[in-house]
């Protein structure tokens, strides 16, 4: 019952569909468990159960089976098709580091309830639903300029369909002054649908040039092209400026101080 408010997300202008679901989902495993009791009765009373009361509590649980079974294919195919709207744009810098920052969250401590699922999560905020999920590949860039491909992606009915429920993602962020600030989640405003709804960024840096990751990146983020220790997890790559190199991205005041601590051990077992 905790998912409960959630499924005005999923079919909004068919609301009974949340009832009529929960109702056959309670009546499927609450009848087996009368039937157990009946029997147990039974065998304690040696009383016999009747006949019509057998063969109704079957037939009952066999038309909420029948009705969950084609509302989850009638839920099903709202998320059959998936889309995207996608867009690339050339961040113009004044200088050879980019910094990323993450903008605060849209929901902050006020988080009415949540959901976590596939490293995301789906919390109400109001009448509104937000989404963490949000992910960014750092990648080399093929030309001399920074580059960010924005991908807002949905599920649906259809091509169409999709394509509706991804326009209607809010999300928010900002490009000025050799920065660039995202935000770790996004908005779905009360009465729309939910349909897995994904907002993948794909930041591409040129060779010979810095990004300045913050620490907190490991919020959104999911692959970076780096010519480092590849078993590092994502936390350990915030707080540092990373520089595009010919196999991928190094940290270069990492290196140094993987040099300083060796240098360290070397004189102190001398």
């Given amino acids: 019952m905790v998912s409960f408010p959630y499924t005005s997300f999923i079919l909004p202008?068919?609301?009974?569909?949340s009832y009529l679901g929960f109702g056959n989902l309670f009546f499927i495993i609450s009848i087996p468990v009368v039937i157990v009791l009946l029997y147990f009765w039974?065998?304690?009373?040696?009383?016999?159960i009747p006949n019509w009361a057998?063969?109704?509590?079957?037939?009952?649980?066999?038309?909420?089976?029948?009705?969950?079974?084609?509302?989850?294919?009638?839920?099903?195919?709202?998320?059959?098709?998936?889309?995207?709207i996608s867009e690339t744009q050339i961040l113009n810098i004044e200088s050879d580091t980019l910094k990323l920052g993450l903008s605060g969250?849209?929901?902050?401590?006020?988080?009415?309830?949540?959901?976590?699922?596939?490293?995301?999560?789906?919390n109400l905020y109001g009448k509104d639903l937000v989404s963490s999920n949000v992910r960014l590949d750092i990648l080399q860039s093929?030309?001399?300029?920074?580059?960010?491909?924005?991908?807002?992606?949905?599920?649906?009915?259809?091509?169409?369909?999709?394509?509706?429920?991804?326009?209607?993602?809010?999300?928010?962020?900002?490009?000025?002054?050799?920065?660039?600030?995202?935000?770790?989640?996004?908005?779905?405003?009360?009465?729309k649908k939910w349909r897995n709804q994904k907002v993948h960024f794909v930041l591409k840096v040129p060779r010979g040039k810095n990004v300045d990751l913050p620490d907190d990146i490991s919020r959104i983020l999911n692959t970076?092209?780096?010519?480092?220790?590849?078993?590092?997890?994502?936390?350990?790559?915030?707080?540092?400026?990373?520089?595009?190199?010919?196999?991928?991205?190094?940290?270069p005041k990492c290196e140094e101080e993987k040099e300083k601590k060796k240098s360290t051990k070397s004189e102190n077992l001398s």
């Fill in 13 to 17: 202008d068919a609301s009974w569909t």
């Fill in 224 to 251: 970076i092209d780096a010519d480092w220790d590849r078993r590092k997890r994502r936390f350990q790559y915030g707080g540092n400026i990373w520089k595009m190199e010919e196999n991928g991205l190094i940290c």
């Fill in 105 to 122: 969250s849209l929901i902050g401590s006020d988080r009415f309830m949540s959901l976590k699922g596939n490293g995301s999560e789906l």
């Fill in 54 to 84: 057998k063969t109704s509590l079957s037939l009952f649980w066999l038309v909420n089976l029948i009705s969950m079974s084609m509302l989850g294919g009638y839920v099903g195919r709202q998320f059959m098709t998936g889309n995207s």
């Fill in 142 to 191: 093929n030309t001399k300029d920074f580059e960010l491909e924005r991908h807002f992606t949905s599920r649906g009915s259809d091509l169409r369909d999709s394509e509706i429920h991804a326009d209607q993602i809010e999300y928010n962020f900002s490009f000025a002054n050799n920065a660039l600030y995202m935000s770790p989640d996004f908005l779905i405003r009360n009465g």
């Fill in 42 to 48: 039974k065998y304690t009373t040696k009383n016999m």
